[in-house]
């Protein structure tokens, strides 16, 4: 794999990290209401969480699926009934007032990693790209330093956007806007999340 190659990969990882999807969404509620710090810690989940993705991309995924295809639906359940409770969590909370970062406690930092991991773990955009779209365009047999070069670029692509959404989301007008609409766009973010984890599940 040439060096435009993995530039060409990179791009492409760009576009799949910037589409909007449940990460977004986890990142962006994070960091208006816990404060940067608290959306750094997620971002670092949710990166973590992709490169599992394409290590297992690059291991083989896609053969073990063909072999027991069984553990893909289990996978797709099992993540769509993880969005499904994000979005109820979403929805049951969206009366709450918007907690000020600097007086309310703080979640602990491993916690919120975890809830990113889980979060893209779950997530199906990941598991489609990274089942097909990944190893449709990778070299048959990788080098290992391809491969580290490769799951690199993917985290830093990764933990860069979501890390820029947590600061951008985290600062005073933002979060002002966010406070204004919470109830709504908390309610309209989590019954999106709960039917793309119902089709997900039960599709």
């Given at each position: 794999m040439t060096w435009a190659a993995i530039l060409t990969l990179a791009g492409l990882?760009?576009?799949?990290?910037?589409?909007?999807?449940?990460?977004?969404?986890?990142?962006?509620?994070?960091?208006a209401s816990q404060g940067v710090k608290a959306g750094l810690?997620?971002?670092?989940?949710?990166?973590?969480?992709?490169?599992?993705?394409?290590?297992?991309?690059?291991?083989?995924?896609?053969?073990?699926?063909?072999?027991?295809?069984?553990?893909?639906?289990?996978?797709?359940?099992?993540?769509g009934?993880?969005?499904?409770?994000?979005?109820?969590?979403?929805?049951?909370?969206?009366?709450?007032?918007?907690?000020d970062p600097v007086a309310a406690p703080a979640i602990g930092a491993a916690r919120l990693v975890r809830l990113g991991l889980l979060t893209n773990l779950a997530n199906p955009?990941?598991?489609?790209?990274?089942?097909a779209v990944f190893v449709g365009i990778m070299p048959a047999d990788p080098t290992f330093a391809?491969?580290?070069?490769?799951?690199?670029?993917?985290?830093?692509?990764?933990?860069?956007?979501?890390?820029?959404?947590?600061?951008a989301f985290s600062r005073p007008s933002p979060r002002r806007a966010y406070q204004r609409g919470k109830m709504h766009i908390d309610r309209a973010f989590g019954g999106i999340l709960a039917l793309l984890g119902a089709?997900?599940?039960?599709?």
């Open positions: 990882q760009a576009l799949i990290a910037i589409s909007p999807g449940p990460a977004a969404v986890v990142t962006i509620k994070t960091a810690a997620l971002s670092f989940g949710l990166a973590s969480a992709i490169l599992i993705w394409a290590s297992a991309a690059l291991a083989g995924l896609s053969i073990v699926f063909e072999v027991a295809p069984y553990l893909q639906t289990s996978l797709r359940v099992a993540g009934l993880f969005l499904i409770w994000i979005g109820w969590s979403m929805w049951r909370h969206a009366r709450t007032p918007l907690p955009k990941a598991l489609a790209y990274f089942a391809m491969a580290l070069t490769i799951l690199t670029v993917i985290f830093v692509i990764e933990f860069a956007w979501y890390a820029a959404l947590s600061i089709r997900i599940a039960y599709n």
